[in-house]
């Protein structure tokens, strides 16, 4: 049976549809294994509350770190965490990508009428992000209330835009290592160092080698989507260009990712063959 022609309009409506009967099936998961969910919650919890306690630790003894406050490190700290999150719940398909291509699933999804990136996105929906998610938004509430935060309709509009850029920029980072794949017979033990690259950008940069900063801003540009839009949120004239910077990036970073999929795709071939 042929796919229906559509257009770009209805086509986008289509994958809008599908997106949401992924994140139906997601939620149902959600509810269907309880235990899990909930173990979810509390790991993300405890795991999220240690390091809450080491910040704690040290800011007794220093009132300020590179001129950041306890309270704006905390909100440095729980928009990284929730950013995190979001990319693990809804963007996990890169770990997935060397079994999709070993157990011939590729195969199926090449000859499906939607695009074999959107269905892998679609089918790595990850459970343990929900806790993280959860405990990065409280995290975000109460530093926020605590600096007395003056919260606007753009200020919340552009926190969804950071929260869902920075989550593009990480899938698009590991999609890019994931892709090589393709290329490479075993990929797996290289985007887990990567991933865990991000974990600095949970602190200001400052407090770091310039080495490692432009690492993580040029190169592996982790910071653009976790410390750049919480500084422009906590100091918006200093860090103005974050604005327009942190989505823009998102948009280039993600069409490069796409770009070297595509040339992946092409040189993919069936696990039949």
Do not use: C
């Not at 850029?165 to 290329?183: D, G, K, N, R």
């Amino acid at each position: 049976m042929l796919a229906p022609k559509r257009n770009m309009i209805q086509q986008f409506l289509y994958l809008i549809g599908l997106y949401g009967h992924y994140l139906k099936v997601y939620f149902k998961t959600l509810i269907e294994y309880r235990a899990d969910t909930i173990i979810a919650v509390i790991a993300g919890i405890v795991a999220q509350g240690s390091t809450l306690l080491f910040l704690t630790v040290i800011f007794q003894r220093i009132p300020k770190l590179a001129d950041w406050s306890f309270y704006e490190m905390v909100f440095i700290f729980g928009l990284a965490v929730t950013a995190k999150a979001l990319n693990q719940a809804l963007f996990n398909a890169p770990f997935s990508l060397t079994w999709v291509i070993r157990s011939g699933q590729m195969d199926v999804m090449m000859v499906r009428p939607v695009g074999a990136l959107f269905q892998s996105i679609g089918n790595s929906m990850e459970l343990n992000g929900v806790g993280q998610l959860l405990t990065g938004f409280a995290i975000m509430i109460y530093s926020a209330t605590r600096l007395e935060m003056d919260w606007t309709v753009w200020s919340l509009l552009y926190t969804v835009i950071a929260l869902f850029s920075s989550a593009i920029i990480q899938f698009a980072v590991l999609l890019t290592i994931s892709v090589l794949t393709f290329w490479v017979l075993e990929i797996r033990s290289l985007i887990y160092p990567i991933n865990w690259l991000y974990d600095f950008t949970r602190y200001p940069l400052e407090i770091f080698h310039p080495v490692l900063r432009i690492l993580l801003t040029y190169v592996i540009p982790y910071a653009l989507g976790s410390f750049f839009p919480a500084a422009y949120l906590l100091r918006s004239q200093q860090y103005e260009w974050a604005a327009w910077g942190v989505p823009a990036s998102a948009v280039v970073v993600m069409t490069l990712a796409y770009l070297l999929w595509s040339r992946g795709l092409r040189r993919y071939s069936s696990v039949a063959g």
